[in-house]
């Protein structure tokens, strides 16, 4: 089978299913040829699992401060460029597209009448789920951005929906943390801010990971870093606590590896502020609207977290795939949910690793 597989970049929550996703359909022995798009080609990293990838540039929101730029969105979205590369991206040689939540793959295949499986968050929202800063537009957005013939929406819950658990990989849990290690990912915030937002809280050790790192500081604690898999793989594992935006692949690594979670969503971005609406109300996590240094203080105290064992979701799709992509009934998608646990764990049990990170 020849699956061409469609991968929105501009955050890298989808990069990084991806790849989960690409581990799995090599180990199937199946033919795949990734495209990306979202972001400037040259802002990829770690991509050598995906092999002689394409690039296209897509669409992608442009964000400040925490915001999302609606005019700024709608100057840099190239139209004509955009059609130009759904009328030229030929699938006539695949037997089956994937997209997650891609534009120029979605558009192309409906055009092409190619059979094609939508694999992202995003697919579960046209199911009963959370939801919260809907409007007209996000909707629409949100309903027509990537559309495909079978969305299969992933989430944190199955809400009583025919959705499926996240695609994340699932390593051994770490049996060490440093109690006062703290991972941020706010790359879309001002970072001069929040490094300022940070410095008062000496007794914490903040790794700050962005796409453009702030290295003009006095702060000894904090310790600003290049986007890289491997080194914040490493400090996911042993650190405490996450702070990030809202979106879905970080978050559930933080649940699945036993993290306390702090979100701040994007602005203006009904996706992110619906899964902030859904942490809170699952217990799984805690919210803030804005960069707010009383609830960064009071959550930095917190020594609640809830460890979540998420199967092998992307292994039980590609035998999906394998064994003829039959309808997704709730039968099977309870059968997917039915290993998952949800453990309560007290953070200040937990063994220390007293190693220092730089």
């Given amino acids: 089978m020849k699956i061409f597989y469609g991968i929105q970049g501009t955050g890298n929550g989808h990069i990084t299913r ?57 100057l840099k979205s190239s139209p004509v460029r955009l059609i130009r590369d759904i009328r030229q991206l030929d699938l006539r040689d695949y037997d089956l597209v994937i997209c997650d939540f891609e534009p120029v793959t979605a558009w192309a295949a409906r055009q092409q009448k190619k059979k094609t499986i939508g694999l992202s968050h995003q697919y579960a929202f046209q199911y009963a789920i959370p939801r919260a800063g809907g409007d007209p537009i996000s909707e629409a957005v949100m309903k027509n951005f990537a559309p495909v013939e079978i969305g299969i929406g992933l989430h944190w819950h199955h809400f009583g929906q025919p959705i499926l658990p996240p695609i994340i990989a699932t ?24 490094i300022e937002l940070l410095a008062p809280f000496r007794d914490y050790e903040f790794n700050i ?32 606590g996450i ?24 602005h203006a971005q009904m996706e992110q502020t619906s ?4 942490l809170v109300e699952l217990g799984y996590g805690q919210a803030m609207k804005k960069l707010d240094r009383t609830i960064i203080e009071q959550w930095l105290h917190e020594t609640k977290a809830v460890r979540i064992t998420y199967p092998n979701t ?7 795939i394998k064994n ?35």
């Fill in 18 to 74: 991806g790849r989960i996703m690409a581990r799995e359909l090599h180990a199937a022995e199946m033919a795949v040829t990734y495209q990306f798009t979202g972001r400037d080609q040259d802002q990829f990293f770690d991509m050598e699992i995906f092999k002689d990838h394409q690039w296209r540039k897509g669409l992608t929101f442009s964000v400040k401060n925490g915001k999302i730029n609606h005019l700024k969105t709608v």
């Fill in 171 to 194: 390593p051994d849990i770490p049996q060490h943390t440093r109690k006062n290690k703290i991972v941020v990912y706010l790359p879309f915030e001002n970072q001069r801010h929040l």
């Fill in 209 to 240: 990971y962005s796409f453009f790192p702030e290295q003009n500081h006095a702060y000894a604690h904090i310790h600003c870093k290049p986007l890289s898999l491997h080194g914040f793989q490493k400090d996911l594992h042993d650190c405490t």
């Fill in 243 to 266: 702070m990030c935006n809202a979106g879905f692949e970080l978050a559930s690594e933080a649940l699945y590896l036993g993290k306390k979670l702090l979100v701040k969503p994007v």
């Fill in 275 to 278: 899964n902030a609406a859904a």
């Fill in 314 to 320: 992307a292994r039980h799709l590609v035998e999906w």
């Fill in 324 to 358: 003829g992509m039959q309808p997704i009934d709730q039968g099977w998608c309870d059968q997917v949910w039915s290993t998952v646990q949800v453990m309560p764990i007290d953070l200040s049990l937990m063994p220390e690793n007293n190693a220092k990170t730089a």
